[in-house]
């Protein structure tokens, strides 16, 4: 059974850093797009960043100079990086996988008003919260 397991959330202040961690079992993570969205309150769920499994990554514009996807293959987790955090990063973040979605659609590429429902597979969330 796929399952995905977020961590790495938490309160962080403004300029902050935060690395989160995506811990797959069930299933081999590198076979997958893995991707990371957020939602924040009263606000729709969007994309973060993604990994593919040659290793190719694509992020969205609003974040793509402050944030960086990697993987371990040997510990089936996908990372993201996080830096110069702001209190609009605010939001629960949730990883995802598919095996069928091209990452490109996190980044625009072709444009996709919801690509979180494209997502077939999703953790349970992680918290993180930027505030002084």
């Known amino acids: 059974q796929l399952q995905l397991v977020e961590s790495g959330g938490g309160l962080v202040q403004p300029g902050g850093s935060l690395r989160l961690s995506c811990a797959a079992s069930g299933f081999t993570s590198n076979h997958y797009q893995i991707a990371w969205f957020r939602q924040a309150p009263g606000k729709e769920r969007e994309g973060v960043s993604c990994i593919s499994p040659d290793g190719t990554t694509a992020s969205a514009d609003s974040v793509k100079d402050r944030v960086t996807i990697s993987r371990d293959n040997a510990k089936n987790t996908v990372y993201l990086q996080m830096n110069s955090l702001k209190p609009e990063d605010t939001a629960v973040y949730y990883c995802?996988?598919?095996?069928?979605?091209?990452?490109?659609?996190?980044?625009?590429?072709?444009?996709?008003?919801?690509?979180?429902?494209?997502?077939?597979?999703w953790g349970q969330g992680t918290q993180v919260t930027v505030s002084s």
């Open positions: 995802a996988a598919d095996s069928r979605i091209p990452c490109s659609v996190i980044a625009g590429i072709p444009p996709v008003q919801y690509p979180h429902r494209l997502f077939a597979s």
